[in-house]
């Protein structure tokens, strides 16, 4: 899953992020940067998250930012961030802190199904998200599967 | 319960939604995570996955919804079972719920 997201520079490191939004307008600005969404993408996702909760938070640590198809997206892709800090959702909820992001962005059904399959299987492996959590550079993240 | 009528291959299928705010995320992951867990619980599913509105609107169709704990409160007021996931990730966490919910089978 790694090796496209490396190859086409889609990910960041960062030490944390002291409002959730800004971690996933960060979280999607190398999708930003080469034009795979627009600048309208970040904002549909917080909108949403606003009026109906963290729900992109899937499991302890682990946040998946994505919105409805079809508005300010060009391209299918994923773009992964980790961060030092636990970046809060819930001021009352820890369980909904999440230190990797990993943004979807689809057009094409049949693609994004198939990067979804491999995203839920490869952070259903705890071993895998550890070294998530400890990777640092893009090299880190080809390892992790290896 | 359906009471299913007995015509020798009458098979209970559990009519299930997957819900996630957006439809096209959480929701297909809880999708392909159930799908897994169903099948090996014994459950003959058909999951339907979409977003909160959508689901909302249909819920009182279907006999289970699975959705993201956040958004277990949207569903106020539908027949339909509804069972918040804290981990979308955990085959665990289902298959407990999906046992305590007690679902016909």
């Not at chain 1, 904002?43 to 994505?66: D, F, R, S, T």
């Not at chain 1, 909820?93 to 490869?122: C, G, W, Y």
């Not at chain 2, 299913?4 to 959480?26: H, P, Y």
Request: charged share 25%; hydrophobic share 40%.
């Amino acid at each position: 899953m790694f090796k496209e997201i490396v190859e086409k520079k889609h990910f960041s490191f960062h030490e944390g992020f002291d409002d959730w939004r800004d971690a996933v307008r960060a979280a999607c600005a190398p999708l930003l940067s080469d034009g795979t969404i627009e600048k309208e993408y970040p904002e549909i996702i917080i909108q949403k998250v606003e009026e109906l909760g963290p729900y992109i938070v899937i499991a302890p640590n682990i946040c998946i930012p994505h919105a409805e198809r079809g508005r300010g997206v060009n391209d299918t892709a994923m773009c992964f961030m980790k961060t030092e800090k636990p970046v809060s959702f819930d001021p009352n909820d820890p369980d909904k802190d999440a230190r990797i992001f990993v943004v979807l962005a689809a057009t094409d059904d049949e693609v994004h199904l198939n990067n979804l399959m491999q995203l839920s299987e490869t952070l259903s492996d705890e071993a895998i998200v550890d070294k998530l959590l400890q990777a640092k550079t893009g090299d880190d993240l080809l390892a992790v599967e290896g | 319960m359906a009471a299913s009528e007995d015509k020798g291959e009458c098979i209970n299928m559990l009519k299930v939604i997957a819900a996630c705010g957006s439809g096209m995320g959480s929701s297909q992951i809880i999708k392909m995570k159930l799908e897994k867990v169903f099948k090996k619980l014994g459950y003959q599913a058909e999951i339907y996955h979409t977003n909160v509105g959508d689901a909302k609107s249909q819920a009182n169709n279907y006999d289970v919804v699975f959705c993201s704990e956040s958004l277990v409160g949207t569903f106020n007021g539908t027949r339909a079972t509804v069972i918040g996931l804290k981990n979308l990730l955990s085959e665990a966490e289902m298959t407990e719920k999906i046992e305590a919910a007690n679902l016909p089978k």
